[in-house]
Protein backbone atom coordinates (compact mmCIF):
# COMPACT_ATOMS: atom_id res chain seq x y z
CA UNK A 1 0.00 0.00 0.00
CA UNK A 2 0.99 3.82 -0.83
CA UNK A 3 0.49 6.60 1.68
CA UNK A 4 -0.48 10.11 1.33
CA UNK A 5 -1.48 12.98 2.82
CA UNK A 6 -5.29 14.25 1.95
CA UNK A 7 -5.07 18.17 3.03
CA UNK A 8 -8.47 20.99 3.14
CA UNK A 9 -7.17 24.33 2.21
CA UNK A 10 -8.89 26.04 5.14
CA UNK A 11 -7.76 28.33 6.80
CA UNK A 12 -4.27 27.80 8.87
CA UNK A 13 -3.62 25.34 5.65
CA UNK A 14 -4.62 27.96 3.18
CA UNK A 15 -1.73 29.71 2.87
CA UNK A 16 -0.07 27.68 -0.47
CA UNK A 17 3.36 28.44 0.70
CA UNK A 18 2.97 26.60 3.84
CA UNK A 19 1.39 23.79 2.04
CA UNK A 20 4.25 23.80 -0.28
CA UNK A 21 6.44 23.12 2.90
CA UNK A 22 4.49 20.90 4.37
CA UNK A 23 4.40 18.55 1.50
CA UNK A 24 8.54 18.81 1.23
CA UNK A 25 8.36 17.58 4.96
CA UNK A 26 5.85 14.91 3.81
CA UNK A 27 8.73 13.99 0.70
CA UNK A 28 11.18 13.55 3.71
CA UNK A 29 9.25 11.67 5.93
CA UNK A 30 8.70 8.77 3.04
CA UNK A 31 5.21 9.78 2.44
CA UNK A 32 4.10 8.71 -1.22
CA UNK A 33 1.89 11.34 -2.24
CA UNK A 34 0.18 14.48 -1.16
CA UNK A 35 -3.35 15.42 -2.48
CA UNK A 36 -6.00 18.35 -1.52
CA UNK A 37 -8.86 19.14 -1.65
CA UNK A 38 -11.29 21.40 -4.28
CA UNK A 39 -13.68 24.03 -2.40
CA UNK A 40 -14.60 27.15 -3.45
CA UNK A 41 -15.57 27.63 0.65
CA UNK A 42 -16.68 25.65 3.06
CA UNK A 43 -18.81 25.48 6.37
CA UNK A 44 -18.56 27.26 9.41
CA UNK A 45 -16.11 27.85 11.33
CA UNK A 46 -13.79 27.58 8.25
CA UNK A 47 -13.42 31.25 7.27
CA UNK A 48 -10.01 31.09 4.16
CA UNK A 49 -9.99 28.37 1.60
CA UNK A 50 -7.46 28.56 -1.52
CA UNK A 51 -7.72 27.42 -4.99
CA UNK A 52 -5.95 24.04 -5.35
CA UNK A 53 -4.08 24.65 -8.74
CA UNK A 54 -2.40 27.29 -7.50
CA UNK A 55 -1.50 25.69 -4.65
CA UNK A 56 -0.69 22.51 -6.13
CA UNK A 57 1.71 24.17 -8.48
CA UNK A 58 3.77 25.32 -5.70
CA UNK A 59 3.53 21.98 -4.35
CA UNK A 60 5.30 20.73 -7.58
CA UNK A 61 8.01 23.00 -7.10
CA UNK A 62 8.99 22.12 -4.20
CA UNK A 63 9.11 17.82 -4.25
CA UNK A 64 10.39 15.50 -6.27
CA UNK A 65 8.91 12.64 -5.94
CA UNK A 66 5.74 12.68 -5.00
CA UNK A 67 2.44 12.32 -6.25
CA UNK A 68 0.11 15.11 -6.49
CA UNK A 69 -3.57 16.05 -7.13
CA UNK A 70 -7.14 17.38 -7.01
CA UNK A 71 -8.90 14.81 -4.70
CA UNK A 72 -11.56 14.95 -6.20
CA UNK A 73 -12.21 18.01 -8.73
CA UNK A 74 -16.19 18.59 -9.75
CA UNK A 75 -15.71 17.92 -13.22
CA UNK A 76 -19.06 19.34 -14.06
CA UNK A 77 -17.95 23.08 -12.75
CA UNK A 78 -14.61 23.46 -14.75
CA UNK A 79 -14.54 23.88 -19.07
CA UNK A 80 -13.07 20.76 -20.15
CA UNK A 81 -10.41 22.50 -22.30
CA UNK A 82 -9.40 24.84 -19.24
CA UNK A 83 -9.16 21.60 -17.00
CA UNK A 84 -7.11 20.21 -20.46
CA UNK A 85 -4.37 23.04 -20.33
CA UNK A 86 -4.42 23.05 -16.49
CA UNK A 87 -3.95 19.35 -16.11
CA UNK A 88 -1.02 19.19 -18.85
CA UNK A 89 0.43 22.29 -17.49
CA UNK A 90 0.74 20.83 -13.91
CA UNK A 91 1.61 17.43 -14.86
CA UNK A 92 4.68 18.72 -16.80
CA UNK A 93 5.56 20.88 -13.99
CA UNK A 94 5.75 17.98 -11.31
CA UNK A 95 7.28 15.81 -13.91
CA UNK A 96 4.77 13.71 -14.75
CA UNK A 97 3.20 13.06 -10.82
CA UNK A 98 0.03 14.43 -11.52
CA UNK A 99 -2.98 12.17 -10.92
CA UNK A 100 -6.46 13.74 -11.38
CA UNK A 101 -9.37 13.38 -8.59
CA UNK A 102 -12.28 13.42 -10.40
CA UNK A 103 -15.95 13.27 -9.03
CA UNK A 104 -19.80 14.86 -9.52
CA UNK A 105 -19.55 16.93 -6.26
CA UNK A 106 -22.54 17.60 -3.76
CA UNK A 107 -24.10 20.91 -3.13
CA UNK A 108 -24.97 19.29 0.52
CA UNK A 109 -22.05 20.08 1.74
CA UNK A 110 -21.21 23.86 1.61
CA UNK A 111 -24.18 24.46 -0.85
CA UNK A 112 -21.17 25.28 -3.63
CA UNK A 113 -23.48 24.87 -6.39
CA UNK A 114 -27.20 26.24 -5.37
CA UNK A 115 -25.07 29.81 -4.29
CA UNK A 116 -23.16 29.96 -7.36
CA UNK A 117 -26.19 29.38 -10.03
CA UNK A 118 -24.36 26.04 -11.01
CA UNK A 119 -26.09 22.62 -12.10
CA UNK A 120 -27.75 20.63 -9.21
CA UNK A 121 -28.93 17.51 -11.35
CA UNK A 122 -26.84 15.08 -10.19
CA UNK A 123 -27.55 13.13 -13.99
CA UNK A 124 -26.74 16.57 -15.69
CA UNK A 125 -23.37 16.85 -13.94
CA UNK A 126 -22.52 12.91 -14.61
CA UNK A 127 -23.32 13.61 -18.67
CA UNK A 128 -20.72 16.84 -18.19
CA UNK A 129 -18.04 15.09 -16.32
CA UNK A 130 -18.64 11.92 -18.71
CA UNK A 131 -18.07 14.47 -21.92
CA UNK A 132 -15.17 16.58 -19.94
CA UNK A 133 -13.17 13.00 -18.94
CA UNK A 134 -13.67 12.11 -23.03
CA UNK A 135 -12.18 15.63 -24.16
CA UNK A 136 -9.51 15.29 -21.60
CA UNK A 137 -8.27 11.66 -22.33
CA UNK A 138 -8.24 12.61 -26.39
CA UNK A 139 -6.20 16.21 -25.82
CA UNK A 140 -3.86 14.05 -23.67
CA UNK A 141 -3.07 12.31 -27.23
CA UNK A 142 -2.14 15.41 -29.29
CA UNK A 143 -4.10 13.86 -31.68
CA UNK A 144 -7.08 17.12 -32.90
CA UNK A 145 -9.84 16.85 -31.30
CA UNK A 146 -13.11 16.54 -32.13
CA UNK A 147 -16.27 16.29 -30.00
CA UNK A 148 -19.43 17.73 -30.62
CA UNK A 149 -21.56 16.41 -27.52
CA UNK A 150 -24.69 17.43 -25.91
CA UNK A 151 -22.94 19.90 -23.27
CA UNK A 152 -19.69 20.77 -25.02
CA UNK A 153 -18.11 21.57 -28.50
CA UNK A 154 -14.27 21.23 -29.46
CA UNK A 155 -13.74 21.46 -32.90
CA UNK A 156 -10.49 20.08 -34.61
CA UNK A 157 -8.25 21.47 -31.94
CA UNK A 158 -4.92 19.96 -31.22
CA UNK A 159 -3.50 20.58 -27.51
CA UNK A 160 0.38 20.48 -27.29
CA UNK A 161 2.20 19.98 -25.47
CA UNK A 162 0.89 16.12 -24.08
CA UNK A 163 1.70 15.55 -20.42
CA UNK A 164 5.06 13.72 -19.35
CA UNK A 165 4.28 10.10 -19.85
CA UNK A 166 1.37 10.84 -22.84
CA UNK A 167 -1.79 10.79 -20.17
CA UNK A 168 -2.71 12.05 -16.35
CA UNK A 169 -4.22 8.90 -14.43
CA UNK A 170 -8.06 9.43 -13.46
CA UNK A 171 -9.14 8.25 -10.21
CA UNK A 172 -13.09 8.40 -10.01
CA UNK A 173 -14.94 9.03 -7.01
CA UNK A 174 -17.96 7.55 -5.79
CA UNK A 175 -19.99 6.36 -3.09
CA UNK A 176 -19.67 2.49 -2.72
CA UNK A 177 -22.94 1.58 -2.68
CA UNK A 178 -23.92 3.49 -6.29
CA UNK A 179 -22.77 1.20 -9.15
CA UNK A 180 -22.53 3.81 -12.01
CA UNK A 181 -19.66 5.73 -10.33
CA UNK A 182 -17.83 2.11 -10.12
CA UNK A 183 -18.78 1.38 -13.73
CA UNK A 184 -17.44 4.78 -14.91
CA UNK A 185 -14.04 4.68 -12.71
CA UNK A 186 -13.59 0.69 -14.54
CA UNK A 187 -13.07 2.76 -17.32
CA UNK A 188 -10.10 5.01 -15.59
CA UNK A 189 -7.17 4.11 -13.77
CA UNK A 190 -8.39 4.52 -9.95
CA UNK A 191 -11.69 4.76 -7.77
CA UNK A 192 -11.77 6.66 -4.47
CA UNK A 193 -14.65 5.36 -2.77
CA UNK A 194 -15.92 7.95 -0.01
CA UNK A 195 -17.52 8.26 3.07
CA UNK A 196 -15.87 4.58 3.67
CA UNK A 197 -17.08 2.94 7.59
CA UNK A 198 -15.04 0.07 7.40
CA UNK A 199 -13.43 -2.34 5.24
CA UNK A 200 -16.03 -4.42 4.61
CA UNK A 201 -17.62 -2.13 1.89
CA UNK A 202 -15.07 -2.46 -0.28
CA UNK A 203 -15.78 -6.31 -1.23
CA UNK A 204 -18.50 -5.29 -3.56
CA UNK A 205 -16.58 -2.42 -5.76
CA UNK A 206 -13.60 -4.28 -5.73
CA UNK A 207 -15.44 -7.58 -7.45
CA UNK A 208 -17.29 -5.47 -9.60
CA UNK A 209 -14.26 -3.37 -10.79
CA UNK A 210 -12.06 -6.91 -11.43
CA UNK A 211 -15.42 -8.13 -13.39
CA UNK A 212 -15.32 -5.34 -15.69
CA UNK A 213 -11.60 -5.19 -16.03
CA UNK A 214 -11.02 -8.67 -15.92
CA UNK A 215 -7.46 -7.60 -13.19
CA UNK A 216 -7.08 -5.08 -11.09
CA UNK A 217 -3.43 -4.76 -12.07
CA UNK A 218 -2.13 -1.68 -12.67
CA UNK A 219 -5.16 -0.14 -11.02
CA UNK A 220 -5.65 2.17 -7.98
CA UNK A 221 -8.42 2.04 -5.14
CA UNK A 222 -7.41 4.76 -2.55
CA UNK A 223 -9.22 5.28 0.60
CA UNK A 224 -9.48 8.06 3.06
CA UNK A 225 -8.80 7.11 6.65
CA UNK A 226 -8.11 9.37 10.02
CA UNK A 227 -4.44 9.48 10.95
CA UNK A 228 -5.27 6.78 13.46
CA UNK A 229 -6.83 3.93 12.08
CA UNK A 230 -5.25 1.05 10.85
CA UNK A 231 -4.82 0.71 6.92
CA UNK A 232 -3.98 -3.07 6.81
CA UNK A 233 -7.43 -4.34 6.68
CA UNK A 234 -8.23 -1.56 3.90
CA UNK A 235 -5.00 -2.91 2.18
CA UNK A 236 -6.33 -6.70 2.59
CA UNK A 237 -10.03 -5.66 0.98
CA UNK A 238 -8.29 -4.45 -2.04
CA UNK A 239 -7.09 -0.61 -1.25
CA UNK A 240 -3.31 0.28 -2.58
CA UNK A 241 -3.92 4.03 -1.34
CA UNK A 242 -4.51 5.42 1.87
CA UNK A 243 -4.86 8.87 2.01
CA UNK A 244 -4.72 10.54 5.45
CA UNK A 245 -7.71 12.92 5.84
CA UNK A 246 -6.58 16.09 8.16
CA UNK A 247 -9.99 17.33 8.18
CA UNK A 248 -10.75 19.62 11.40
CA UNK A 249 -6.73 19.40 12.24
CA UNK A 250 -4.88 22.25 12.84
CA UNK A 251 -1.51 23.25 11.63
CA UNK A 252 0.56 21.56 14.50
CA UNK A 253 -1.44 18.19 14.07
CA UNK A 254 -0.83 18.19 10.82
CA UNK A 255 2.80 18.74 10.83
CA UNK A 256 2.80 16.18 13.65
CA UNK A 257 0.88 13.08 11.34
CA UNK A 258 4.15 14.16 8.45
CA UNK A 259 6.42 13.73 10.72
CA UNK A 260 5.09 10.64 12.13
CA UNK A 261 5.59 9.15 8.50
CA UNK A 262 3.22 6.74 6.41
CA UNK A 263 1.69 3.95 8.17
CA UNK A 264 2.14 6.12 11.56
CA UNK A 265 -0.25 6.83 13.85
CA UNK A 266 -0.27 9.60 16.20
CA UNK A 267 -3.88 9.36 17.89
CA UNK A 268 -4.70 12.58 16.94
Not at 60 to 73: K, N, Q, S
Not at 154 to 182: K, M, Q
Amino acid sequence: MKYAIWVPLFDELSDPLEVARLAAAAEEAGWDGFFVWDQLWWRPPVREVSDPWITLSAVATATERLRIGPMVTPVARRRPVKLLRETTTLDRLSGGRLILGAGLGSDRFAQEYSKTGEELDDRIRAERMEETLAILTAGWTGEPVNHHGKHYLVDDVRFLPRPVRGRVPVWLAGFPGNSRPIGRAARYDGFFPVNLTSPDQLAGPVAVLRALRGTLDDYDIAVALEPSADPRPYAEAGATWCLTDLVDLGLADVRAVIAAGPGGSIGV
